[in-house]
Protein backbone atom coordinates (compact mmCIF):
# COMPACT_ATOMS: atom_id res chain seq x y z
CA UNK A 1 0.00 0.00 0.00
CA UNK A 2 2.82 2.74 0.63
CA UNK A 3 4.46 1.44 -2.63
CA UNK A 4 1.21 2.65 -4.11
CA UNK A 5 0.70 5.84 -1.87
CA UNK A 6 4.53 6.59 -3.42
CA UNK A 7 3.80 6.36 -7.18
CA UNK A 8 4.14 9.42 -9.53
CA UNK A 9 6.18 12.90 -9.82
CA UNK A 10 5.88 15.09 -6.28
CA UNK A 11 5.39 17.81 -8.31
CA UNK A 12 3.31 20.98 -7.61
CA UNK A 13 1.67 24.01 -9.23
CA UNK A 14 -1.20 25.09 -11.20
CA UNK A 15 -2.63 24.55 -14.87
CA UNK A 16 -5.35 26.10 -16.51
CA UNK A 17 -6.83 23.30 -18.80
CA UNK A 18 -9.59 23.82 -21.34
CA UNK A 19 -11.54 21.03 -20.59
CA UNK A 20 -13.43 19.67 -23.89
CA UNK A 21 -17.16 18.91 -24.18
CA UNK A 22 -18.32 15.60 -23.68
CA UNK A 23 -15.31 15.19 -20.76
CA UNK A 24 -16.32 15.32 -17.19
CA UNK A 25 -14.43 17.23 -15.35
CA UNK A 26 -12.65 14.09 -13.53
CA UNK A 27 -11.79 12.52 -16.69
CA UNK A 28 -10.12 15.51 -17.28
CA UNK A 29 -8.44 15.65 -14.12
CA UNK A 30 -7.03 11.77 -14.60
CA UNK A 31 -5.93 12.45 -18.02
CA UNK A 32 -3.67 15.70 -16.65
CA UNK A 33 -2.44 13.41 -13.64
CA UNK A 34 -1.48 10.62 -16.16
CA UNK A 35 0.41 12.84 -18.19
CA UNK A 36 2.04 15.09 -15.74
CA UNK A 37 3.01 11.55 -13.40
CA UNK A 38 1.73 13.77 -10.52
CA UNK A 39 1.76 11.94 -7.45
CA UNK A 40 -1.46 13.96 -6.54
CA UNK A 41 -3.90 16.21 -8.31
CA UNK A 42 -7.11 17.83 -7.61
CA UNK A 43 -9.50 20.30 -9.45
CA UNK A 44 -11.50 23.76 -8.40
CA UNK A 45 -14.69 23.29 -9.08
CA UNK A 46 -16.83 20.72 -11.85
CA UNK A 47 -17.95 21.55 -15.33
CA UNK A 48 -20.23 19.67 -16.77
CA UNK A 49 -19.49 17.45 -19.60
CA UNK A 50 -21.16 19.86 -22.34
CA UNK A 51 -19.33 22.58 -21.00
CA UNK A 52 -16.34 23.35 -22.05
CA UNK A 53 -13.23 26.16 -20.92
CA UNK A 54 -11.45 26.76 -18.06
CA UNK A 55 -10.92 24.16 -15.66
CA UNK A 56 -7.42 24.80 -12.61
CA UNK A 57 -5.87 21.73 -11.89
CA UNK A 58 -3.75 21.79 -8.65
CA UNK A 59 -0.83 19.48 -8.49
CA UNK A 60 0.68 18.48 -5.52
CA UNK A 61 1.35 20.67 -2.55
CA UNK A 62 -1.32 23.11 -4.77
CA UNK A 63 -4.03 20.93 -3.71
CA UNK A 64 -4.04 22.50 -0.16
CA UNK A 65 -5.32 25.89 -1.81
CA UNK A 66 -7.81 24.95 -4.17
CA UNK A 67 -10.74 25.33 -1.57
CA UNK A 68 -10.12 29.14 -2.20
CA UNK A 69 -10.66 28.81 -6.28
CA UNK A 70 -13.81 26.97 -5.33
CA UNK A 71 -14.84 30.20 -3.22
CA UNK A 72 -14.07 32.37 -6.34
CA UNK A 73 -16.10 34.02 -8.62
CA UNK A 74 -16.60 32.55 -12.38
CA UNK A 75 -17.22 33.44 -15.87
CA UNK A 76 -19.21 32.01 -18.26
CA UNK A 77 -20.39 32.26 -22.20
CA UNK A 78 -23.36 30.44 -22.29
CA UNK A 79 -25.77 30.25 -25.34
CA UNK A 80 -29.65 29.72 -24.27
CA UNK A 81 -32.33 28.28 -25.85
CA UNK A 82 -35.52 30.05 -25.01
CA UNK A 83 -38.99 28.17 -25.22
CA UNK A 84 -38.03 24.85 -24.67
CA UNK A 85 -37.69 23.24 -21.31
CA UNK A 86 -35.48 20.06 -20.71
CA UNK A 87 -34.97 17.57 -17.83
CA UNK A 88 -31.53 18.12 -17.24
CA UNK A 89 -31.43 22.13 -18.08
CA UNK A 90 -29.35 21.67 -21.12
CA UNK A 91 -29.35 19.31 -24.73
CA UNK A 92 -28.43 15.87 -22.60
CA UNK A 93 -31.93 15.65 -21.26
CA UNK A 94 -35.44 14.82 -22.49
CA UNK A 95 -37.63 17.92 -23.68
CA UNK A 96 -40.01 18.63 -21.14
CA UNK A 97 -41.97 20.97 -22.43
CA UNK A 98 -41.87 23.53 -25.13
CA UNK A 99 -43.79 26.82 -26.00
CA UNK A 100 -43.90 29.92 -29.00
CA UNK A 101 -41.14 32.56 -28.54
CA UNK A 102 -42.78 35.81 -29.61
CA UNK A 103 -40.67 38.50 -30.63
CA UNK A 104 -38.81 39.97 -27.66
CA UNK A 105 -37.39 43.57 -27.31
CA UNK A 106 -34.26 44.13 -25.77
CA UNK A 107 -35.77 46.79 -23.24
CA UNK A 108 -37.56 43.33 -22.33
CA UNK A 109 -34.49 41.69 -22.13
CA UNK A 110 -32.72 44.15 -20.07
CA UNK A 111 -35.50 44.08 -17.83
CA UNK A 112 -34.85 40.20 -16.82
CA UNK A 113 -31.00 40.91 -16.74
CA UNK A 114 -31.61 43.28 -13.98
CA UNK A 115 -34.31 41.06 -12.48
CA UNK A 116 -31.51 38.52 -11.85
CA UNK A 117 -28.84 40.44 -11.17
CA UNK A 118 -26.77 40.99 -7.80
CA UNK A 119 -28.06 38.71 -4.82
CA UNK A 120 -30.80 36.74 -5.78
CA UNK A 121 -32.25 33.27 -4.61
CA UNK A 122 -31.51 29.90 -6.77
CA UNK A 123 -33.10 26.66 -6.85
CA UNK A 124 -30.68 24.11 -7.42
CA UNK A 125 -31.50 21.83 -10.37
CA UNK A 126 -32.68 18.05 -9.55
CA UNK A 127 -29.46 17.17 -12.05
CA UNK A 128 -26.96 18.45 -9.70
CA UNK A 129 -24.38 16.94 -7.20
CA UNK A 130 -26.15 18.89 -3.95
CA UNK A 131 -27.03 15.68 -1.70
CA UNK A 132 -30.23 15.25 -0.36
CA UNK A 133 -30.38 12.86 2.94
CA UNK A 134 -26.68 11.40 2.39
CA UNK A 135 -27.93 11.07 -1.83
CA UNK A 136 -26.74 12.97 -4.94
CA UNK A 137 -29.74 15.00 -6.33
CA UNK A 138 -28.69 13.70 -9.79
CA UNK A 139 -29.15 10.05 -8.60
CA UNK A 140 -32.44 10.50 -7.69
CA UNK A 141 -33.38 12.48 -10.81
CA UNK A 142 -32.21 9.24 -12.96
CA UNK A 143 -34.70 7.38 -11.34
CA UNK A 144 -37.23 9.76 -11.74
CA UNK A 145 -37.43 10.80 -8.11
CA UNK A 146 -37.95 14.52 -7.65
CA UNK A 147 -37.61 16.47 -4.34
CA UNK A 148 -37.91 19.64 -2.17
CA UNK A 149 -34.85 21.31 -2.30
CA UNK A 150 -33.75 24.79 -0.06
CA UNK A 151 -33.16 27.88 -2.45
CA UNK A 152 -28.96 28.78 -2.27
CA UNK A 153 -28.23 32.70 -1.98
CA UNK A 154 -26.17 33.55 -5.17
CA UNK A 155 -24.80 36.48 -6.65
CA UNK A 156 -24.99 37.84 -10.10
CA UNK A 157 -22.31 40.65 -10.84
CA UNK A 158 -22.98 41.06 -14.52
CA UNK A 159 -25.08 39.77 -17.16
CA UNK A 160 -24.17 41.33 -20.99
CA UNK A 161 -25.72 40.34 -24.14
CA UNK A 162 -23.59 39.55 -26.60
CA UNK A 163 -26.36 38.09 -29.26
CA UNK A 164 -30.06 37.94 -29.29
CA UNK A 165 -31.61 36.15 -32.38
CA UNK A 166 -35.02 34.53 -32.56
CA UNK A 167 -35.12 32.41 -29.85
CA UNK A 168 -31.72 32.36 -28.93
CA UNK A 169 -29.57 34.52 -26.78
CA UNK A 170 -25.81 34.42 -26.16
CA UNK A 171 -24.56 35.97 -22.99
CA UNK A 172 -21.54 36.87 -20.90
CA UNK A 173 -22.44 35.78 -17.25
CA UNK A 174 -20.10 37.21 -14.42
CA UNK A 175 -21.46 35.09 -11.11
CA UNK A 176 -20.27 33.52 -7.72
CA UNK A 177 -19.60 30.39 -6.64
CA UNK A 178 -22.64 27.99 -6.83
CA UNK A 179 -24.35 29.49 -9.47
CA UNK A 180 -26.50 27.50 -11.69
CA UNK A 181 -25.99 28.67 -15.08
CA UNK A 182 -28.47 25.94 -16.41
CA UNK A 183 -31.14 27.52 -13.67
CA UNK A 184 -30.18 31.13 -14.89
CA UNK A 185 -31.51 30.12 -18.70
CA UNK A 186 -34.69 28.39 -17.39
CA UNK A 187 -35.98 31.15 -15.06
CA UNK A 188 -34.78 33.93 -17.94
CA UNK A 189 -37.36 31.95 -20.35
CA UNK A 190 -39.83 31.81 -17.55
CA UNK A 191 -39.09 36.03 -17.00
CA UNK A 192 -39.68 36.70 -20.69
CA UNK A 193 -42.61 34.72 -20.72
CA UNK A 194 -41.00 31.64 -23.21
CA UNK A 195 -42.36 29.00 -20.41
CA UNK A 196 -38.52 28.51 -19.92
CA UNK A 197 -35.06 27.58 -21.75
CA UNK A 198 -31.90 25.52 -21.60
CA UNK A 199 -28.56 25.42 -22.20
CA UNK A 200 -27.17 24.78 -25.68
CA UNK A 201 -23.54 25.53 -25.19
CA UNK A 202 -21.25 26.82 -22.24
CA UNK A 203 -17.99 27.97 -21.72
CA UNK A 204 -16.30 28.96 -18.78
CA UNK A 205 -13.87 31.93 -19.87
CA UNK A 206 -12.32 32.71 -16.07
CA UNK A 207 -12.29 31.43 -12.72
CA UNK A 208 -11.31 34.39 -9.84
CA UNK A 209 -7.64 35.46 -10.54
CA UNK A 210 -7.13 33.56 -13.55
CA UNK A 211 -8.29 36.16 -16.06
CA UNK A 212 -6.30 35.31 -19.19
CA UNK A 213 -7.97 32.71 -21.39
CA UNK A 214 -4.65 32.38 -23.54
CA UNK A 215 -3.04 30.85 -20.79
CA UNK A 216 -5.85 27.59 -21.01
CA UNK A 217 -4.02 24.32 -22.87
CA UNK A 218 -5.79 21.88 -23.94
CA UNK A 219 -5.08 17.56 -23.56
CA UNK A 220 -4.33 17.39 -26.78
CA UNK A 221 -1.13 20.35 -26.26
CA UNK A 222 -0.55 18.70 -23.31
CA UNK A 223 -0.30 14.90 -24.72
CA UNK A 224 2.52 16.12 -27.39
CA UNK A 225 4.41 18.52 -25.28
CA UNK A 226 4.68 15.63 -22.69
CA UNK A 227 6.21 13.28 -25.22
CA UNK A 228 9.01 16.36 -25.44
CA UNK A 229 9.90 15.50 -22.02
CA UNK A 230 8.13 16.52 -18.94
CA UNK A 231 10.32 19.96 -18.60
CA UNK A 232 8.18 21.21 -21.45
CA UNK A 233 5.13 20.37 -19.39
CA UNK A 234 6.77 21.47 -16.08
CA UNK A 235 7.00 24.83 -17.88
CA UNK A 236 3.23 25.26 -17.87
CA UNK A 237 2.65 25.08 -14.11
CA UNK A 238 1.45 28.83 -12.38
CA UNK A 239 3.06 28.70 -8.67
CA UNK A 240 0.62 27.99 -6.16
CA UNK A 241 0.37 31.80 -5.05
CA UNK A 242 -1.19 32.75 -8.22
CA UNK A 243 -4.60 31.47 -7.32
CA UNK A 244 -4.31 34.21 -4.55
CA UNK A 245 -3.23 36.87 -6.24
CA UNK A 246 -5.38 39.27 -5.13
CA UNK A 247 -4.40 39.28 -1.85
CA UNK A 248 -1.74 41.18 -0.45
CA UNK A 249 2.03 39.94 0.47
CA UNK A 250 3.45 40.03 3.95
CA UNK A 251 7.20 39.78 4.03
CA UNK A 252 8.44 37.50 7.67
CA UNK A 253 11.33 37.82 9.37
CA UNK A 254 13.46 34.65 10.01
CA UNK A 255 12.15 34.44 13.47
CA UNK A 256 8.19 35.32 12.58
CA UNK A 257 9.10 32.58 9.80
CA UNK A 258 10.16 30.41 12.80
CA UNK A 259 7.00 30.79 15.04
CA UNK A 260 4.70 31.02 11.95
CA UNK A 261 5.87 27.59 11.04
CA UNK A 262 4.97 26.17 14.72
CA UNK A 263 1.54 27.70 13.57
CA UNK A 264 2.03 30.63 16.47
CA UNK A 265 0.38 33.96 15.31
CA UNK A 266 2.94 36.83 14.76
CA UNK A 267 2.99 40.89 14.75
CA UNK A 268 4.11 42.43 11.51
CA UNK A 269 5.19 45.83 11.35
CA UNK A 270 3.06 47.43 8.76
CA UNK A 271 1.23 44.56 7.58
CA UNK A 272 -2.29 44.33 6.27
CA UNK A 273 -5.08 45.31 9.34
CA UNK A 274 -7.92 42.69 8.26
CA UNK A 275 -8.41 40.46 5.64
CA UNK A 276 -6.63 37.43 4.00
CA UNK A 277 -2.52 37.57 3.00
CA UNK A 278 0.21 35.61 1.27
CA UNK A 279 3.16 34.89 3.39
CA UNK A 280 6.91 35.00 2.12
CA UNK A 281 10.15 34.21 3.69
CA UNK A 282 12.28 37.45 3.15
CA UNK A 283 11.23 38.98 -0.62
CA UNK A 284 10.95 35.78 -2.45
CA UNK A 285 9.86 32.24 -0.95
CA UNK A 286 6.61 31.79 -0.47
CA UNK A 287 5.17 30.11 2.48
CA UNK A 288 1.54 30.41 2.47
CA UNK A 289 -1.34 31.87 3.51
CA UNK A 290 -2.62 33.54 6.85
CA UNK A 291 -4.99 35.87 7.87
CA UNK A 292 -5.08 38.96 10.08
CA UNK A 293 -6.55 38.17 13.42
CA UNK A 294 -8.32 41.17 15.62
CA UNK A 295 -5.24 42.13 17.39
CA UNK A 296 -3.38 42.94 14.54
CA UNK A 297 -1.35 39.19 14.47
CA UNK A 298 -1.19 37.48 11.64
CA UNK A 299 -1.87 33.71 11.67
CA UNK A 300 -0.88 31.23 9.51
CA UNK A 301 -3.87 29.38 8.31
CA UNK A 302 -2.50 27.02 5.40
CA UNK A 303 1.11 26.35 4.77
CA UNK A 304 2.89 25.16 2.23
CA UNK A 305 6.03 22.69 1.51
CA UNK A 306 7.77 24.05 -2.08
Same mark, same amino acid.
Given at each position: ?????????????????????????????????? +??????????????????????? *???????????????????????????????????????????????????????????????????????????????????????????????? +????? !???????????????? *?????? !?????? /??????? *?????????????????? /??????????????????????????????????????? *??????????????????????????????????????????? /?????????????
Amino acid at each position: MANRRSRGRNISGILLLDKPVGVSSNGALQRVKR +IFNARKAGHTGSLDPLASGMLPI *CLGEATKISGFLLEADKYYRVTIKLGVKTATGDTEGDVVGSWPVVDIAEQDLQRAFTEFSGKIDQLPPMYSAIKKNGQALYKLARQGIEVERDTRQ +ITIHS !IELLHHEGDELELDVH *CSKGTY !IRTLAD /DLGVALG *CGGGHVTALRRLKVGPFA /DATKMVTLEQLQALGEQGMAELDALLMPIESAVAQWPDV *CLSRDSVHYVRKGQAVFVPKAPTHGWVKLYSGQESFLGVGHVL /DDGRIAPKRLFNV
